[in-house]
């Protein structure tokens, strides 16, 4: 079975080593994988309107995750449209690693690489308020 299926909170970034806490407190992000070849992102802003949500059709070939942006939610707030993770069509390969219910997405930032933390939420009911 597929370790990533299920909801996942981002709660730290990991760079050059150390860890740190989300530069941005209010910014909750959630990466929802829904099936073997589904998954989800969700975000928003506390005390904020607006959110940012796509789908996208993914596989796991050698430690990446390889996917392509197949629905951008048309209610999504203006300032969507600059992530290129919410535009249609777009294709992403990146690498990541699941230890302890935690995973970790490496993306690339410059010449360095910037680590997403992600803990796995096991809840009944999703948190997500929409």
């Known amino acids: 079975m597929n370790s990533l299926i299920g909801l996942w909170l981002y709660t730290s970034l990991i760079y050059q080593g150390q860890p740190l806490a989300r530069p941005k407190p209010e910014l909750k992000m959630y990466y929802n994988f829904e099936s073997e070849s589904v998954n989800e992102i969700f975000y928003f802003r506390e005390n904020e309107t607006g959110s940012c ?3 996208a059709e993914y596989e796991i070939i050698d430690s990446e ?3 392509k942006v197949t629905i951008v ?3 999504n707030a203006d300032v969507c449209a600059q992530d290129t993770d919410m535009q249609l069509g777009n294709y992403s390969a990146t690498k990541f690693e699941v230890i302890d219910d935690k995973l970790y997405l490496h993306l690339p930032l410059g010449e360095e690489t910037l680590i997403y933390v992600w803990e796995k939420i096991n809840v009944l009911q999703d948190p997500r308020p929409y």
Request: glycine content about 0%.
């Open 65 to 67: 995750i390889r996917q």
């Open 73 to 75: 939610d048309p209610a």
């Open 53 to 55: 949500r796509r789908k």
